[in-house]
């Protein structure tokens, strides 16, 4: 078990992490090679359009982009179903829809992590209807709760049953500045 680093330690509010599940560079290693993994799965012509699922998975995104060795596009998609508390509540609230179109790319959905499917199970259809050329899912946690379709094409870690935290996740808005993941 990894201990939580000290500078941290005071900005947490008093809330108890109990243990780092994946370190700052074991992160920055396995993002590294989702990338290379992702660069290899396109041509350079391909269109190529990276959907984040916001908030939690924009310093994922980022990491993961810079890193990709083809032209691409960015854009978002904020969806909701966790509120404040740490179960998903499966009522998905879709606030912003991606702006760039679809039709004929290959898209690859970006999410921090797949725990329910609630999410994921809702957006796929959703997106299949502006009929991409691709449809792939990138997640860097998988709970493994849940087989979806398609389900997570590239993966970064397989997650503990734990409500975790750091790297872009959050427990109603807090700890997402962590540059490691951590347990609460």
Same mark, same amino acid.
């Not at 109990?18 to 560079?25: G, L, P, Q």
């Not at 396109?42 to 982009?65: C, M, R, W």
């Given at each position: 078990?990894?201990?939580?680093?000290?500078?941290?330690?005071?900005?947490?509010?008093?809330?108890?992490?109990?243990?780092?599940?994946?370190?700052?560079?074991?992160?920055?290693?396995?993002?590294?090679?989702?990338?290379?993994?992702?660069?290899?799965?396109?041509?350079?012509?391909?269109? @190529?359009? #990276?959907?984040? $699922? *916001?908030?939690?998975?924009?310093?994922? =995104?980022?990491?993961?982009? /810079?890193?990709?060795?083809?032209?691409?596009?960015?854009?978002?998609?904020?969806?909701?179903?966790?509120?404040?508390?740490?179960?998903?509540?499966?009522?998905?609230?879709?606030?912003?829809?991606?702006?760039?179109?679809?039709?004929?790319?290959?898209?690859?959905?970006?999410?921090?992590?797949?725990?329910?499917?609630?999410?994921?199970?809702?957006?796929?259809?959703?997106?299949?209807?502006?009929?991409?050329?691709? @449809?792939? #899912?990138?997640? $860097? *946690?998988?709970?493994?709760?849940?087989? =979806?379709?398609?389900?997570? /094409?590239?993966?970064?870690?397989?997650?503990?049953?734990?409500?975790?935290?750091?790297?872009?996740?959050?427990?109603?808005?807090?700890?997402?500045?962590?540059?490691?993941?951590?347990?609460?």
């Amino acid at each position: 078990m990894s201990t939580i680093p000290e500078a941290a330690a005071g900005q947490l509010g008093g809330r108890t992490i109990r243990r780092v599940v994946y370190s700052e560079s074991d992160i920055a290693t396995r993002v590294r090679e989702m990338a290379e993994e992702i660069t290899a799965a396109f041509e350079p012509h391909d269109q @190529l359009l #990276v959907v984040g $699922l *916001l908030k939690g998975s924009f310093i994922f =995104l980022a990491d993961l982009v /810079r890193r990709i060795q083809r032209p691409l596009h960015v854009d978002f998609l904020v969806a909701s179903s966790y509120g404040s508390g740490t179960v998903s509540s499966g009522d998905l609230q879709l606030l912003y829809n991606p702006q760039a179109s679809l039709r004929d790319r290959s898209v690859v959905i970006v999410e921090d992590i797949i725990d329910s499917g609630h999410t994921l199970q809702r957006l796929i259809p959703l997106l299949r209807e502006r009929e991409p050329r691709s @449809l792939e #899912v990138c997640t $860097l *946690l998988h709970k493994r709760l849940v087989t =979806l379709d398609p389900d997570a /094409r590239w993966v970064g870690f397989d997650a503990p049953s734990e409500f975790l935290v750091g790297y872009g996740l959050d427990h109603a808005e807090d700890f997402r500045h962590l540059p490691y993941i951590a347990s609460l």
